[in-house]
């Protein structure tokens, strides 16, 4: 190969490389998270028609890796949600033991599709996210709480119906 036609080689591989999602380039923060808020409505497939509600909050690091809360509408506790994210396919488990696997796309919008299933029940639901803007931070700070305070539990307590989650 001549040396004209190894620099046009090499000139089409740097700009491969910088274009292409898949790959790094100098210029990606290896430390950087994003972080996403949704509305969400998770609805049986077969079954009720009635979606049951919630709120999605997620990190994704440079890495794709998944983890954020998922909040049930209506009951004061969460759970932890943890997966990953490739290009624009997103997968994540709701519930510490994993009780309801999510597999979906991300839409150029930021909004989920994806269908979501449940061993334990051995139910299928159709799960969708909506973006939402950051909840705003509250206005009490930790020093201006009585020392004798004692925040709630990570986990209170709920109806068991309340989430598909388990």
């Known amino acids: 190969m001549s040396i004209r036609g190894r620099v046009a080689a090499f000139v089409a591989m740097s700009l491969f490389c910088a274009t292409s999602p898949g790959i790094a380039t100098a210029e990606t923060d290896p430390n950087a998270v994003t972080e996403l808020h949704y ?25 794709g890796i998944v983890q954020g809360n ?20 997103i997968w994540f488990d709701i519930g510490a033991a994993g009780d309801l696997h999510v597999t979906g796309t991300i839409a150029t919008d930021g909004s989920i599709d994806a269908q979501a299933w449940n061993d334990s029940v051995d139910r299928q639901y159709r799960f969708t996210a909506t973006p939402v803007p950051a909840p705003t931070p509250s206005p009490v700070s930790a020093t201006a709480l009585p020392p004798d305070f004692a925040p709630l539990p990570t986990r209170v307590a709920g ?3 309340a989430c598909p989650c388990g």
């Open 39 to 63: 509305a969400t409505a998770i609805t049986e497939i077969y079954g009720s028609t009635v979606p049951i509600a919630g709120v999605l909050d997620l990190r994704i690091d440079s890495h």
């Open 70 to 89: 998922y909040h049930p509408e209506g009951v004061r506790n969460f759970d932890p949600v943890s997966g990953g994210r490739d290009g624009v396919h």
């Open 159 to 161: 109806p068991a119906a």
